[in-house]
């Protein structure tokens, strides 16, 4: 039988077959209801089927075979990098063996035909899928995705610093940018941010948890006080080479957890050209940057390089003859001849101060990174109005997101339809690896599924195997994405009027502007990213 032919749930079948009773199956969904889980393990739990005796059954059912993890040996290093672990952690399953161009995966839930086709998409490989139980896949995915550093349980004060400059180290080597460390009932977690990404990197065992939390403090400086939270910036030297942190601590019911956020202070603004551009995109940027006066918005949700592009953006226009205002809550970096001020908790007073500070500076250019208040947005469009070209950023999802955040704030809706110009909408794909970079084959029927059209019967596309260089996710760096809409009049019109963000909506979607996911195809057709890069962009913000 064929696994896309099933039809029916499994409580169905159950029932159909007299494995259980249809009260038996109605008890077990309203528990699944009210907490949650899946109904195979609540069944188990219940005691009415033996958990190996139902999954065996579920296999038969659905023409796969069932797999005992725990008898099943060990797994290739190469089986496991044929599937992203993006993909591994988040849909439950795991590679279990290779053969030619036809991967096998350990799956518990066998109806799961979209974590099938993605697989297919991402990899080009051909899928066969055997049933196991998801208790037995969370101990395989721990066991060969996850690194156990082993520390000695003592009080020593070399060995406290040893762990967090080790921890450190490691994040900079991986290009991390932020460390997690989370204390659970039986061990300390340790997850590293990497080109936007979440990637568990080891754990300890949880007595080691007051030592961590000891070094940190001490490095911060922080007191034993208890806090719900504080952070502070550190400077410090790892491998001959002065980094920054923040370090950040919280209270949470498992205990305390700790953040460090790396500020490379090497980083410096990227030319306009390297951040991801296409060309006709980045030629109605300039244009509308070189226009002495008016409100550029920089828009996307958290983490899609709104700071990059905007820092980008001022340095391009960082010349001798203009005086340049760079407004942030925090500056990771300096960028010489820009005033850059540091504008913590922004209350009332905070309009009155930038006025001051714009009347006494007289800069041409102000950018603010951040405009999420009704004093920030007034001041910005006050210095608008008043002839300054003006860059502000924006958490918003979309273009007419973006216009709608600022008026939604309370603004003078006069003062935004006079001065805006353009709104630039943006999101951050991963790079493939080059040093693993290979290319594959899809047909055009998972294309087409997926939403991508391709003229050919099958289309060419790159991904990275994995090896030591990416830390075998095939990935290295991100790159930009963009949209941009010129304002014209009927926008302009419908912020004076204050048109509803339905009406709006309706009205930047039949926009002849490229859209967000032209742009991400783009990338994936050029070889610079993924099939499985543009579907997580499609699904979650395009």
Known sequence: MKLTSIKKRLGD???????????????ALEIQKRNGGKLGAILSQMGIINEEVMLAFLGKQCGVSYVSLSEYGAIPAEVLRSIPESIVRHQNLIPISKDNNTVTVAMSDPFNIFAIDDIKLMTGYDVQVVIASESEID??????YSRSLDFEVSAGQKQQREMVDRLIKDAIDARAKKILIEPYSDKIRVRFLVDGYLQERSYFKKELLPQMLDELKSLAHFDNKPYLMREKEVRSEYGGRSVRTRVSMITTFAGESAFIDILDPETAPLELSELGFEPETLSVLKKNIDIPRG??????PPDSGKTTTLNSVISSLNFSDRSILSIAEKISYSIPGVMQVQLQNAGDETHEYLSRLVLRQEPDVVAVDGASTKALADFCLKCAIEGKLVFASVCATSVYDAIWQFMSLGVDLGALSTSISTVLNQRLMRVICPAC????????NLLKNAGILEENEKARFYRGKGCRACSNTGYQGRVGIYEMEEVGDKIKYMILEKASEKTMNEAMTHSKRALLKDAAYKKVSSGISTVEEYLRLIKISV
Do not use: H, T
Not at 437 to 444: C, D, I
């Open 13 to 27: 079948i159950l029932v159909d077959v007299g494995i259980i009773s249809s009260a038996q199956l109605k008890e």
């Open 139 to 144: 101990v395989a995915i721990e066991k060969y």
């Open 295 to 300: 409100l550029v918005i920089v828009a996307g």
């Open 437 to 444: 970079k290979e290319s594959y084959a899809l047909p055009k």
